[in-house]
């Protein structure tokens, strides 16, 4: 009963996760996109930096950019801010009711380091209070207002950073964390930086003064931090159904490789709405795709002897149906994890190219190897599949 209403509880944020997220980054794209778009009035006004005009489900739209902001403050004025903190407060609730929760085997790998799941949520959550401190204290230094500088340093303290957590938590689990880490910073970005300035200008506003422009400019530079991170986090948050990626040897490097080519492609298309063409940015990204795919190839199997259906039964009953199974006997799984179950040969059949990637080629399961399957049996398993996974 208790595993039944946790999935439906995490079923539940993450539906609310991916929702609020959709329309944070929406929003996000739309107004970026407008910025690149704004051109100047054909009759210029006075404070006014650009107008623009567009059509969308059947209406037509005028949006008038202010330099500063207008002389008089509208009686209604929209802010977005809800879809960002929901977006954490989903995300956070997910980390903790999906890893946390089972931290010992989500988040802690044994052979990876022998932490106590407390050790692993404590952690956890220092990397992404830690880690949005840093940033911050980053961007408020001298650093922060030299743009390319400050995209390096940031890209090798993080690169770091996943060096670190495949060193110390399970690869999913450092991959999650890196994908908080970058969502934490984009919210803590809206909340206390992004939003606030606005109070402050508006405030100003109310009173009759001139808007500062400094907080502007600031929530400005925040605000075009949390676009570069669009891809790269969203990447790393679907990275979880891609074996391939969080579970090769060099995993911190690929998700180094991905975050980088979706900012360059976010770059790209920054600088063709400014009208800037670019010719090599999206190549790069595209050659960086193939050569990551071409480095995470698995390896080959071809001179392996033929392999019997019956070997295959017996390691997946030594190392696999403790848990998945219709009855588990592993000590906290009530029902078979994700439904999958090695209980008969048309069951393992069905699996056969699902458990080749999690035993072999991504060495996620067994889960933190707590079955201690042996390199001879991953290769039997790999062999198998090759050979067309029979089931004679
Ligand atoms: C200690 C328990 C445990 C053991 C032992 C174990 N698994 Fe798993 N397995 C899990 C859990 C938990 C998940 C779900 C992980 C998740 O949430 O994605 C899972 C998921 C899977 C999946 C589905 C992954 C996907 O999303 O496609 C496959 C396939 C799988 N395991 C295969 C195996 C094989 C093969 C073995 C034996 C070599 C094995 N597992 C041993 C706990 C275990």
Redesign the pocket.
């Known amino acids: 009963m208790f595993d039944n209403l946790t999935d439906w509880i995490e079923l539940t944020l993450r539906w609310v996760h991916i929702v609020t997220g959709a329309a944070w980054i929406g929003t996000s794209f739309y107004f970026n996109w407008l910025n690149n778009h704004i051109r100047p009035m054909e009759v210029p006004e006075e404070g006014v930096a650009g107008d623009l005009w567009s059509v969308h489900g059947g209406h037509f739209y005028r949006v008038v950019k202010y330099r500063v902001a207008p002389p008089k403050l509208p009686k209604i004025l929209h802010w977005f801010k809800w879809e960002a903190y929901f977006t954490w407060i989903s995300g956070f609730s997910l980390l903790g009711v999906a890893y946390y929760l089972h931290a010992d085997?989500m988040v802690v790998d044994r052979g990876v380091y022998p932490l106590e799941g407390w050790q692993a949520v404590a952690i956890g959550v220092s990397v992404l209070a830690g880690g949005w401190l840093t940033y911050h204290f980053l961007c408020k230094s001298p650093l922060g207002k030299k743009p390319v500088p400050f995209a390096i340093l940031g890209f090798v303290l993080m690169t770091a950073l996943a060096y670190g957590l495949v060193h110390l938590f399970g690869s999913r689990a450092a991959y999650i964390h890196m994908g908080a880490l970058i969502g934490t910073i984009m919210a803590a970005n809206v909340f206390f930086v992004i939003i606030p300035n606005q109070r402050v200008m508006v405030d100003a506003m109310t009173r009759g003064e001139e808007p500062e422009a400094a907080k502007g400019l600031e929530a400005a530079q925040r605000s075009l931090h949390n676009n570069y991170f669009t891809l790269p986090v969203l990447f790393i948050m679907v990275s979880n159904h891609y074996p391939m990626t969080y579970g090769h040897k060099w995993n911190w490097a690929i998700l180094a490789g991905i975050s980088l080519a979706g900012a360059l492609t976010r770059h790209w298309f920054n600088l063709r709405g400014q009208g800037r063409k670019n010719a090599y940015l999206l190549p790069i990204a595209a050659a960086g795709m193939v050569a990551m795919a071409f480095v995470t190839m698995p390896k080959s199997y071809d001179d392996h002897r033929p392999v019997e259906f019956a070997e295959v039964r017996a390691i997946?009953e030594a190392?696999?149906v403790?848990?998945?199974s219709a009855t588990p006997t592993?000590e906290g799984?009530a029902t078979a994890?994700?439904g999958?179950m090695f209980d008969t040969p048309q069951q393992i059949a069905s699996?056969a190219q699902?458990?080749n990637t999690?035993?072999v080629v991504t060495r996620v399961?067994?889960?933190g190897n707590?079955?201690h399957?042996t390199e001879e049996e991953r290769d039997v398993l790999g062999a198998w599949f090759h050979q067309g996974a029979p089931t004679e």
């Open positions: 085997t997946l190392r696999c403790q848990c998945h592993f799984f994890p994700k999958v699996m699902r458990i999690q035993v399961m067994p889960l707590l079955t399957i």
